[in-house]
T-cell receptor, first 113, second 117 residues
Framework: AQSVAQPEDQVNVAEGNPLTVKCTYS??????LFWYVQYPNRGLQFLLK??????LVKGSYGFEAEFNKSQTSFHLKKPSALVSDSALYFC???????????FGPGTRLSVLP | EAGVAQSPRYKIIEKRQSVAFWCNPI?????LYWYQQILGQGPKLLIQ????????DSQLPKDRFSAERLKGVDSTLKIQPAKLEDSAVYLC???????????????FGPGTRLTVL
């Protein structure tokens, strides 16, 4: 069965500093990996995805994520955090057959001014 | 482009009552998903439709939950009878393309917050 782990419930970072939100996964076959963000009182929004190709993928709002097959990780990164980045971030995985979407438990990011 | 629409936004019922949620996906999106998000947890996939056919309902509690997507457009999720543990936000999402070929980007609606007393 597929699974996603986000080892940190909460990440605090100062505005302007780099941020990392961690994600590790377990899936049979080649993984399709995603990051979504949930702002207060708003729906989930897609940030970026890894399907194949370059291990470093770029997404919305200046975010990027690095796929590491040997470590089964897909960490979300941003070079310089903004206060407006404060939100709940979810990592997700699906199998190559298009089924079995699984979301992680989420990591709350707080960017402090 | 209009987003995914859901109604109602909020619903409060007593246990053992029935409730239904409605979702209208983005026009032309073939794949539709229903998720349950319990407070403090990530969304859990309940059911995935490709047009009007079910692709995955392995996590749908079929003794009390049912869903349909007539004509391959909008969808209804029903709970009958509701239990206290069904209190959650029910999210609907849609994706363009077929469930095999689509690249997985999902567009989410605002959700329906269900409280079961």
């Amino acid at each position: 069965a597929q699974s996603v782990a986000q080892p940190e419930d909460q990440v605090n970072v100062a505005e302007g500093n780099p941020l990392t939100v961690k994600c590790t996964y377990s899936v049979s076959g080649n993984p399709y990996l995603f990051w979504y963000v949930q702002y207060p009182n708003r729906g989930l929004q897609f940030l970026l995805k890894y399907i194949t190709g370059d291990n470093l993928v770029k997404g919305s709002y200046g975010f990027e994520a690095e796929f590491n097959k040997s470590q089964t990780s897909f960490h979300l990164k941003k070079p310089s955090a903004l206060v407006s980045d404060s939100a709940l971030y979810f990592c997700a995985v699906r199998d190559s057959e298009g089924q079995n979407f699984v979301f992680g438990p989420g990591t709350r990011l707080s960017v402090l001014p | 482009e209009a987003g995914v629409a859901q109604s109602p936004r909020y619903k409060i019922i007593e246990k053992r009552q029935s409730v239904a949620f409605w979702c209208n996906p983005i026009s032309g999106h073939a794949t539709l998903y229903w998720y349950q998000q319990i407070l403090g947890q990530g969304p859990k996939l309940l059911i995935q439709f490709q047009n009007n056919g079910v692709v995955d309902d392995s996590q749908l509690p079929k003794d009390r939950f049912s869903a349909e997507r007539l004509k391959g457009v909008d969808s209804t999720l029903k709970i009958q009878p509701a239990k206290l543990e069904d209190s959650a936000v029910y999210l609907c999402a849609s994706s363009p393309g077929g469930w095999r070929g689509n690249r997985g980007e999902q567009f989410f609606g605002p959700g329906t917050r269900l409280t079961v007393l």
